[in-house]
């Protein structure tokens, strides 16, 4: 009885063949996963049987689920099983769930070798067949190596049927074990000379394909494959070879040369577009391997073009696809040949299939010169208003942004309407691209500022329509360079006062902050504008009503939460309250406030800072200017204001500069700030702007980013604040390291008597001033004209500063400023290196040699010289000792002296101000590779944005985000670490959170927080 | 050519073939991927596509599409041609070829397709060629248990578009 159930579920099981597992799974839609789990214990049940034939039908079960996505690798062994099978039926089936279930991993493999040699070696035909068609999917290294002779003879085959596949078959092995690949390879050869077509096509195949990984090798088969290649009238042979050319002429030009008439024969002969296709492609790349040295190639580039206009113009999209590609393929070389089908082109934009329209923006990218410029940029503007799809959109727009302009007067004003044209569309992702380009060429072509800022005026004016979806935030950039156009060039402008206006509007502090502060900086420039207009036409009551507008307008962006606004809109109020207060004692202003922000923006070459000279007797690395000392009264002087918040950190010291002198260098400030363009792009993200954009070497504003002489890189150089706090602090540490030196001069006994009386360093101004139109290269600079020094001193300082640059170099400028009166000369600067840090020597020198100061000091004279150290970690802070030697030499005598000094390189010297948007910010804190620490300040009484800005200043951080009294800060090392800081103000306490990816770094940047905040 | 894929208008997978080594994960990641951006395409778009480094050619027959990966040399006209020839293939053996004949005869497709492609390289080109081979292998399987033709009927909804000729559209 239980032997009868048990038969009778067997033939139940065995009666659930293939059909009806399939039918099955289509019968029980609801629950499939289910009912396949309940099929696959069935299948291990059969598996379990020692029927082959169950077996087999359950294998083939098996290949089927394992389509469907189950896994299947447990029953690996049964599939062997199943392989061994002597009778053909199973043996098939083993074989195909074999190939699609095994893979490299299947440990199982190993278990086949004997089966599939003696299955290779059978008398039947198919057995091998199947054996062969399985070993191709599954093959590995090992197998390939244990097989491979029994392959190779099956190359010689009495039936062409095993041939083809033993030939085809031999590249995987060859692939697997390339060894093989000799002995084999001249029986692989014989092949292509096959009396059986099929196993010709498939040598030609298999060398083909090795010939694409490694040509060099399969140059000396190029004859046989010429004769080949007339003889044969198969198509698909045809296609292989002349792949097979493709690949083989950049090797050998000559091969090249005469290829070119049996192939264009063949473009001509074929009716096939596949083969057609293949040999224009194979044309174009021999011509481009030629390139020189083809007299009458054009012919030939003529009959690809010619052709490809054809398939261009054929109705079938795949075909119309495939000659634009092969197009863009020609224009690299001939654009000339391409540009005179634009009109073909053009139409293709018009297809219904993106892909068509996408490939064919693609090829006008390439074909736009200054003679079709208008004709294309017209008809790609009428496709951006009605082009569909967000790719094909934002595509066309880059298109539109990057290529089209660097051409004449003209072009360019049409450019600007573009650019404004552009921006009317939603939701692009281009608006930083868009603003540069307007920046650019604003700034650099005379000629059509007029009508760019009459554009920009009108899309402040209508600023609503762009920021109306804030989620699209990307087009809103263009109103920071909009903004800035129309400050800049107010000039221009119809209507100041309406700009202005619109300017101001409340709406306007919804814009992100670098953008916010760019606007009152521009109202400002317009504010001055409007005053003088109003001044020449007497109108003291618009003008009183102008500044009206100001003093109740700017409360708002006063209140703003990011620093750089908040900053310079206080700045600025004030200024206008001091203006009214002027006004209403009808005093004219007008003069003096546009004085503010006079002299003209010229464009700079890249290069430019590098060619001026620099003037004999400039220290470039000297203050530009003293803070301002804190008895200065704010309204003393309208122009003051720029200083507002610089005296609250200097310092009374320096009493003795008379104030006409100061008054004086402060204009001459005020003035390069108006001058000076990075002024307006201060903020971290706007930094970001011109990062993204590919153009940034036409933007000159940026590049003397990289050589205005103020040594700390990555600082935002813009920022005059961050400047001028920069400057006090080395001043700071100047002062120390002269007293130091004081002292040790004074136990040499060698030191003169010195009142302790403040002191004033040199006070020069650097070479900002290179007036430059056009990118030309400046002949020389403008040095300052006051050179004073103080006379009493007689102690040489200098002025130590990191100088961070590219992976651990640190690049320390140091400053020498002989205060003797004696004459100083043979100066060697020596350092004794530490294990992480190393002074740079010349090739050839000791570890211990000094390096020769490349000059001279007479008295009273500085210079700088610099000095490489290679640092390997960075994670802690430094000291080096040093010592410089050199030889005094008074009237009468020359002595040998020497002077010990302290290099300090802190942990925050090896960090760069890196602006870091707080997604990515967000994004870095996530990622959860940062460790954490914190710190504790009590009794810090100062606002929350000083406390900021002196991190900033001090540490180098960047702001990402600051909400109340709460901020992110961040900032990179050298070594590309993270520093990311959160910094909470309550009650005189500041709590810092910090994470960074190396621990003990943090450890040490904290710790140097800590001690500024000591400091003060 | 580096794998062949064939998946219905409802994204089920029906055939594939690898031609390059991979795991079962990354697999079944490329099929996914693959089957929601063909499916995605208009009807009236080109057959080619550029996927990762590779390209991308199929054709659509009927209720299924068949599906190729081929590197950034190879011609995608040809495997256009190869795609057609194998749907010529299986319309010549199975006599007006629908989708259901390759659901449920799932291991003939793979043997006409290892008959006609070998390590993903075209072996014969001959279409004559290619079913002899299949025909006296198929006389040597012993209980040629061939395949009963379904009735539309029993088989659920969407039959009908799977029943349909792929040479009808």
């Known amino acids: 009885m239980a032997l009868k159930i048990v038969k009778g579920s067997i033939d139940r099981m065995f009666d659930k063949n293939l059909q009806d597992l399939v039918r099955g799974i289509r019968n029980h839609k609801e629950d499939e996963a289910k009912y396949i789990s309940t099929c696959i214990d069935e299948i291990k049940q059969e598996l379990k049987q020692d029927n082959i034939a169950v077996k087999a039908n359950a294998v083939c079960k098996l290949t089927y689920l394992q389509m469907l996505g189950y896994d299947v690798s447990w029953a690996a062994f049964n599939i062997v099983e199943v392989m061994s099978s002597s009778k053909f039926t199973y043996k098939r089936i083993g074989y195909l769930a074999a190939s699609q279930c095994f893979h490299e991993g299947t440990d199982v493999i190993m278990l086949t070798t004997n089966q599939i040699r003696k299955d290779l070696s059978s008398p039947n035909q198919y057995d091998t067949g199947v054996a062969l068609t399985g070993l191709s999917c599954f093959v590995t290294p090992d197998l390939a190596r244990d097989l491979a002779n029994d392959i190779m003879t099956l190359m010689s085959h009495t039936k062409p049927y095993i041939r083809k596949k033993a030939v085809l078959i031999m590249y995987k092995v060859f692939l697997k074990y390339p060894e093989s690949l000799r002995p084999a390879f001249p029986r692989l050869k014989e092949k292509l000379e096959d009396p059986d077509p099929g196993v010709q096509s498939a040598a030609v195949n298999v060398i083909c394909e090795l010939a694409r990984r490694n040509p060099k090798n399969y140059l000396s088969l190029a004859p046989l494959f010429f004769k080949l290649m007339t003889s044969s009238t198969n198509n698909w042979v045809l296609i292989k070879i002349i792949k097979l050319f493709g690949a083989l002429t950049p090797l050998e030009p000559r091969l090249g040369k005469k290829l070119i008439e049996p192939l264009t024969n063949l473009i001509h002969s074929t009716s096939a577009m596949s083969l057609l296709y293949e040999c224009v492609n194979t044309v174009i790349a021999v011509l481009i391997s030629l390139s020189s040295g083809m007299p009458n190639h054009s012919a030939s580039i003529q009959l690809c073009v010619q052709k490809l206009r054809i398939l261009i113009e054929d109705s079938d999209q795949n075909l119309k696809y495939l000659g634009l590609l092969a197009m863009s393929k020609i224009l690299k070389t001939h654009p000339k040949s391409v540009q005179s089908h634009k009109d073909l082109i053009l139409q293709c934009l018009d297809d219904k299939d993106e892909s068509i329209r996408l490939r064919a923006l693609d090829l006008l990218y390439g074909m736009v010169s200054k003679k079709n410029l208008m004709e294309i940029v017209k008809k790609l503007m009428l496709h951006v208003d009605k082009a569909e799809g967000t790719t094909y959109r934002d595509e066309l727009q880059h298109t539109c942004n990057t290529k089209l302009c660097n051409c004449s007067t003209l072009i360019l004003l049409r450019y600007i309407s573009i650019l404004v044209e552009l921006t009317r569309l939603e939701g692009t992702r281009h608006g930083h691209l868009i603003a540069s380009q307007m920046l650019d060429v604003a700034i650099r072509v005379k000629a059509i500022r007029a009508f760019a800022v009459a554009q920009m005026a009108m899309l402040l004016d209508n600023a609503h329509l762009l920021t109306g979806n804030m989620q699209r935030n990307g087009i809103c950039e263009v109103l920071y360079a909009a903004a800035w156009i129309c400050g800049e060039f107010s000039e221009h402008l119809e209507d100041p006062n309406q700009t202005l206006e619109a300017m101001l509007r409340p709406k306007v502090a919804t814009l992100p902050g670098h953008i916010q502060a760019v606007y009152v900086q521009n109202a400002a420039k317009l504010f001055a504008t409007v005053l003088r207009k109003h001044e020449g036409a007497t109108d003291s009551q618009a003008a009183q009503e102008t500044s009206q507008l100001l003093v109740e307008r700017l409360p708002l962006f006063v209140q703003s939460a990011n620093l750089e606004v908040q900053e310079r809109a206080s700045c600025i109020l004030q200024l206008v309250k001091y203006i009214q207060k002027l006004q209403q004692k009808d005093v004219e202003v007008a003069e003096e406030v546009s004085a503010l922000f006079a002299g003209e923006l010229n464009p700079v070459a890249p290069k430019a800072q590098k060619k001026v000279p620099v003037p004999e007797g400039l220290d470039l690395d000297a203050w530009i200017n003293e803070p301002p000392s804190e008895s200065e009264s704010e309204d003393e002087k309208p122009k003051a204001v720029f200083a507002k918040e610089e005296t609250k950190h200097s310092r009374p010291r320096h009493t003795e500069v008379d104030e006409k002198e100061l008054a004086r260098r402060r204009e001459a400030r005020k003035q390069e700030q108006a001058n000076n363009p990075f002024y307006i792009k201060s903020s971290p993200s706007s930094q970001k702007v011109y990062q993204d954009a590919p153009g940034v070497e036409h933007i000159p504003v940026v590049q003397i980013d990289l050589s205005v002489p103020l040594k700390v890189p990555g600082m935002p150089m813009s920022d005059q604040y961050l400047k001028l706090e920069e400057e006090r602090r080395q001043k700071e540490k100047a002062e120390k390291k002269k007293k130091e030196k004081k002292k040790k001069r004074e136990k040499h006994g060698k030191g003169k008597k010195h009142d302790s009386g403040p002191e004033s360093e040199e006070d020069i101004t650097p070479a900002h001033h290179v007036d430059i139109v056009t990118e030309e290269m400046p002949e020389n600079a403008l040095p300052s004209d006051d050179d004073d020094k103080d006379p009493n001193d007689p102690h040489k300082v200098y002025d130590i500063q990191g100088n961070l640059q590219d992976g651990s170099q640190v690049v320390v400028s140091v400053i020498f400023e002989n205060k003797s009166d004696s004459f100083l000369k043979s100066m060697e600067f020596n350092v004794l290196d530490s294990l992480n840090s190393k002074l740079q020597r010349p090739e050839g020198a000791g570890p211990h040699d000094g390096l020769v100061v490349p000059f001279q000091l007479p008295p009273g004279v500085s210079n700088e010289a610099r000095f490489i150290f290679s640092v390997q970690s960075i994670v802690m802070p430094q000291k080096l000792k040093g010592t410089l030697t050199f030889i005094v030499k008074s009237e009468d005598s020359s002595t040998h002296e020497k002077l010990d000094f302290k290099l300090h390189f802190t942990c925050t010297s090896y960090l760069i101000t890196t602006p870091c948007y707080s997604d990515a910010y967000a994004k870095l804190l996530e990622s959860g590779d940062l460790k954490s620490s914190s710190l504790r300040l009590e009794g810090v009484n100062m606002p929350f944005h000083h406390l900021l800005a002196r991190i900033c200043f001090h540490h180098h951080f960047s702001v990402v985000e600051r909400i109340d009294s709460c901020a992110s800060m961040y900032s990179r090392s050298i070594q590309g670490h993270h520093v990311c800081l959160l910094v909470k103000t309550a009650d005189q306490t500041v709590s810092i959170d910090a994470k960074c990816d190396e621990p003990s770094l943090l450890g040490n940047v904290l710790d140097e927080i800590k001690q500024t905040f000591s400091q003060c | ?169």
């Not at chain 2, 062949?4 to 594939?16: A, Y």
């Not at chain 2, 390059?20 to 778009?45: F, G, H, N, Y």
Request: charged share 30%.
């Open chain 2, 1 to 169: 050519m580096q794998f062949m894929l064939l998946f219905s208008r409802q994204g089920k997978l029906r055939l594939q073939k690898w031609y390059v080594p991979l795991s079962d994960k990354e697999k079944k990641k490329i099929t996914r991927e693959l089957v929601q951006t063909v499916l995605a395409r208009k009807p009236k778009m080109c057959s080619f596509l550029e996927w990762r480094d590779l390209k991308i050619v199929y054709k659509r027959y009927a209720s299924l599409y068949f599906c190729c990966a081929i590197e950034d040399q190879d011609n995608e006209l040809i495997t256009l041609e190869i795609i057609h020839r194998y749907v010529e293939l299986l319309d010549k053996y199975f006599g007006s070829v629908c989708e259901l004949d390759i659901i449920f005869n799932f291991e003939k497709a793979y043997f006409i397709l290892d008959e006609f492609l070998l390590g993903g390289e075209a072996q014969e080109t001959s279409k004559k060629n290619v079913l002899k081979a299949i025909e006296q292998a198929d006389l040597l399987q012993e209980n040629l248990d061939f395949q009963i033709r379904l009735f539309p009927g029993v088989l659920g909804p969407n039959v009908s578009a799977e029943s349909s000729g792929l040479f009808q559209s």
